[in-house]
């Protein structure tokens, strides 16, 4: 058996040197790199363009060899653990701007660019893309769209889904496809982005993106607000929303987290919380509304206000952003993050503190008031068994899924994965789900097993 | 199955009042905003999602077909019958059923009047953002449908963005939510997908959409120019230095011509281009905004410059650009609307080919679109008595669609494809694309029988179109690999 399989990982190999040159192509200690879970692909591959991806695609298929398509590995933990993993695709040679029309506000790029790379370009000529990412120098924004990631500044300037404009894909039959366009209204044909933004390469493999950008606002303001409890922050959030300022995101912080961020102010007490809300735009109107928030703390019975300066919101912002990053995951700790109607955050945060509290796990959470969006670390001692920690994780999520459906397990260890609901309640949609599966990777290599409902 | 049997049936899903079978009541059906007319075998009308239900399940024993319509307003076909079969008109599932302001989202069934939903959260401070042109008579289920926009999509975006759940009925029958309560779902974005799908994956009968609060100010400007070009510069310019407007609407000589005619709104009889733009936000930094583009109109040759003072000179202004379509009569008995988009720099290249493309067919075309977005809208003026003239118009009308696509844009921007430009999907999408397209239909409604014969071009079937693909990669695979 091992030899068979031997022989076939190195036929492969052989296919894929034809298809994307020697230098490409990796079968030693190299894969290392690539683990996913407990899995090492036995080979890695790290094709220059759209068509050598396309053409290592069908390589695989005809072999039926899974594919762990790879982009700055920054949210690998996403998901379960594949059933198999015989081949790593790393995309990021794939690394041009494509078309870049300043004037236009539209942007194509190769799947493998880096937020942060992407960022410095558009930074030149005062744009940008307006999404929040955890990991820019490391996430490619391949691997940002096929995660689906975003952060609190959704509430203003929506996720992926809202800026990608036109998509090209490689499929396992070795096609190359496009969808959507380079134009910011386009309804010809069926919106393909919306399908794979957030599929986690389990439909096919995106190797170019086309966004819509947004300009980048000259100025920003910050305003944070301590409060004695969770469900004051929450309702101060809830009437900030209820008004016509125009934030860009606003939070609401557990006393741990804000403390951790360096937030939460004396005056709040050891069971306060914090309110931050950011503003971007004119500076005659970031400040406007920054010093609006402040000087209502006193209605919403905040126990103190105050403006960041500049570097210090960029270093709050940073850091809670950085909170919600997939590879951050020290020994026994999980992330998790919950969607909720945003009127029920004050019972939905509560619930997970007692539940977390029930099953012995230390709990820390924040929520994206806007979005109704709850992040939330949980973690046991070093010293705690893997396994204890394991069923603390389980006991959580069921419960949390019991109760509110929408509960995701973004990051935790692998031996934790295996029976836990890590995807949440079962979407209603999972035959259609199923079906789009069964067409788009008939041979099942992509992300075998990772994905909702194991597809 | 027959006619008659099918009519009996649905009328016991439905009560007799609930079909329309009789020919003289099927014409009404028979066409929506586009050219093209097929009469369905028989109307369903349904109050309730149960319904839709059964209704479906029928379609699939009987094995017609079966196309969702909303009021009818769509340009593209998309609701005409083209195989017969069940229409099922969702008009009379027309509540709405919750407004939650706390979570800023409204809970409606798909028949409810796009602009109802406006005017009903309105008092509150609230408004539903997509605003097509027919929104006093078009149905939230048709702006899913076809993905809507409006020229209020400019700095909001359009239907699919603020749609946040749908409750579908799928083509297998099942009754199904895409989402909610929460924005995020686990799984691929059925949602997504949906919007936009034109009635072929499925019968929406509830939608869960946002509601955007209402902006503490609004300024609204008029710019008048010398000609288009001069006006898209002013368009891409604005946009180029990083002001994204709440709207950007052009007009041209004819329109203006037009409208000055019919509702005297004060344009001088040889203004060669009109923009009207429209910044919201915060009070502060609007005066600001608004002063930095009509420095930039100024700047790009606008003759003269107006900020509306007072909500009644700002209705106004918007009103000569709503008008718009209205005055056309003035010009001619006909107008075929085309619904192209290119890249925003691209509108002064695409304006100028638009006007050979009327010289060399010698119709007069007008132009008022939704300038920010590359958004155009040529109205081909014609009369239909005379020789020729439809032939004519199509033919013009595909040909400015050929300019869309040389400049880097696209056959449709809000429109749809349905009937009318299914055959111009191959002038975009290869074999591989549509093939690929093909698949997502297939995983929603495999027999077909969900809007028929609408988006895919005809003379390629998607079965065929996936035959040849496979051929052809699979030979020049293993050409290529030496087996």
Known sequence: MATEAQGAVAAL?????????????????????????????????????????????????????????????SAMALGYPPRAADLALDLRRLSQVLAY?????????????????????????????????PRPSAATLGGLVAANLAGPRRYRYGTARDMLIGVRAAHPDGSLTRGGGMVVKNVSGYDMMKLYVGSLGTLAVIVELNFKLAPRPPAEGTAVLAFASLDAALAAAESLLASQLLPSAVVVLDSAVASGLGVLLPAAGPAGAALAARFEGLAVATERQARAVCERAVAWSAAEARMLPDDAAAAFWDGLLAFQALDVAPHNSALLKLSVLPTDLPVVMAGVAEVAGQVDLRCLQFADAGSGIIYLRVGQPEDSLPAV????????QTELVRRWGQSVVLSCPSVAKENLPLWGREPAGLVVMRELKARFDPGGILNPGRYVGRI | MERAQLVARLQQILGPDGVVHR????????????????????????????QVVEIVRLANEAAVPIVPRGAGTGLSGGAVAKRGGIQVAMTRMNRILDLDYRNR?????????????????????????PDPSSQKACTIGGNVAENSGGPHCLAYGVTTN??????????????????????????????????????????????LVRLTRQPEAVRVLLAQFDGVVDASNTVSAVIGQGIVPAAMEMMDQLVCQAVEEAYHVGFPPDVGAVLLIEVDGLGEGLDQAIERIAAICRGNGARSVRVAATAEERAALWNARK?????????????????????????????????????????????VFHAGDGNLHPLILFDRRDQGAVERVLRAGVEILQTCIDM????????????????????IFTADDLAAMARLKASFNPRDLFNPDKIFPSRVSCAEVREVRQDSRHAALLAEHGH
């Open chain 1, 13 to 73: 190999q052989q296919q894929l040197v034809g298809a994307v040159g020697a230098d490409w192509v990796y079968a030693d200690e190299r894969r290392g790199a690539y683990r996913v879970d407990d899995l090492t692909p036995g080979l890695v591959a790290a094709p220059g363009s759209a068509e050598e991806v396309a053409a290592a695609l069908a390589l695989a298929n005809e072999a039926g060899a899974a594919v762990i398509p790879w982009g700055g590995g």
């Open chain 1, 101 to 133: 029309e300043p004037a236009d506000l539209t942007l194509s790029v190769q799947a493998g660019v880096s937020f942060a790379a992407l960022d410095a370009v558009l930074a030149a000529h005062g744009q940008r893309l307006a999404l929040d990412c």
């Open chain 1, 389 to 396: 920690f394991a069923w603390a994780l389980w006991a959580l």
């Open chain 2, 23 to 50: 020919p003289d009541e099927l014409a009404i059906y028979e066409y929506d905003g586009a050219f093209d007319v097929h009469e369905p075998s028989v109307v369903a009308l349904p109050t309730r999602p149960e």
């Open chain 2, 105 to 129: 989202r409204a809970l409606v069934e798909p028949g409810v009047i796009n602009l109802d939903l406006s005017t009903a959260t309105m008092p509150h401070g609230y408004y539903y953002v």
């Open chain 2, 162 to 207: 603020h749609v946040l759940a749908l409750e579908v009925v799928l083509p297998s029958g099942e009754l199904i939510w895409t989402g909610g309560p929460g924005l995020d779902t686990a799984g691929y974005d059925l949602t997504g997908v949906i919007v936009g799908s034109e009635g072929t994956l499925g019968i929406v009968t509830k939608a």
């Open chain 2, 323 to 367: 008008m718009a379509f209205g005055a056309m009569g003035r010009l001619a008995p006909s107008y075929y609307m085309q619904d192209g988009v290119v890249p925003r720099t691209k509108l002064p290249a695409t304006l100028a080919r638009v006007e050979e493309v009327s010289r060399d067919y010698d119709l007069r075309i007008a132009n």
């Open chain 2, 408 to 427: 880097g844009g696209t056959i449709s921007g809000e429109h749809g494809i349905g009937l009318e430009k299914k055959e111009q999907m191959a002038l």
